[in-house]
T-cell receptor
Framework: QKEVEQDPGPLSVPEGAIVSLNCTYSNSAFQYFMWYRQYSRKGPELLMYTYSSGNKEDGRFTAQVDKSSKYISLFIRDSQPSDSATYLCAMSSMDSNYQLIWGAGTKLIIKP | DAGVTQSPTHLIKTRGQHVTLRCSPISGHKSVSWYQQVLGQGPQFIFQYYEKEERGRGNFPDRFSARQFPNYSSELNVNALLLGDSALYLC?????????????FGPGTRLLVL
């Protein structure tokens, strides 16, 4: 079993819809949770960074962490075709010297 | 400001050959990390260097090596290439030594081993 599980998709939604992307994990020591966006043939770009449990909002993006369920989510409101990309979750803990452990990424397609 | 740059962008090699990949971090960043991203998977950590010293190593064979230069640029070397080494190799830079620091990724070098 992988430490971080993420549905590879693709997830296809119409423009303007609310998108929900999720990751589950097995290591309860994870404290830092990140969402990266990766466009085709580009490197990952940090979108959201959350410490421990709770919600964090940045514009159209909201990140949620539920440590009791070992489950994190990224919500995208008013989705745009430019949001079409692969979204990767990553997490780390002090135990592993904060080395990032990544999900496989979910490919998101926003249809105009 | 320039972001993280990597060269070359694409590379084709044959099994058994050696390859050197290069990375220039964002100005002022002293840490460079290398990742391997196989198609359809998330990045896998290979090395981290800070102030020219190795600070972390992932679960990769000794065929993989790296170094960081006084100007904080870095090279990743892979010897005796295998077909399974075909991947996107990503370099990320950050200001500090720990992974708590935000990492900024370059566009990657796409390596194909035939």
């Amino acid at each position: 079993q992988k430490e971080v599980e993420q549905d590879p998709g693709p997830l296809s939604v119409p423009e303007g819809a609310i998108v929900s992307l999720n990751c589950t994990y097995s290591n309860s020591a994870f404290q830092y949770f990140m969402w990266y966006r990766q466009y085709s043939r580009k490197g990952p770009e940090l979108l959201m960074y959350t410490y421990s449990s709770g919600n964090k909002e940045d514009g159209r993006f909201t990140a949620q962490v539920d440590k009791s369920s070992k489950y994190i989510s990224l919500f995208i409101r008013d989705s745009q075709p430019s949001d079409s990309a692969t979204y990767l979750c990553a997490m780390s803990s002090m135990d592993s010297n904060y080395q990032l452990i990544w999900g496989a990424g979910t490919k998101l397609i926003i249809k105009p | 400001d320039a972001g993280v740059t990597q060269s070359p962008t694409h590379l084709i090699k044959t099994r058994g050959q050696h390859v050197t990949l290069r990375c220039s971090p964002i100005s002022g960043h002293k840490s460079v990390s290398w990742y391997q991203q196989v198609l359809g998977q998330g990045p896998q950590f290979i090395f981290q260097y800070y102030e020219k010293e190795e600070r972390g190593r992932g679960n990769f064979p000794d065929r993989f090596s790296a170094r960081q230069f006084p100007n904080y640029s870095s090279e990743l070397n892979v010897n005796a290439l295998l077909l399974g080494d075909s991947a996107l190799y990503l370099c990320a830079s950050s200001t500090g030594a720990t992974f708590q620091e935000t990492q900024y990724f370059g566009p990657g070098t796409r390596l194909l081993v035939l």
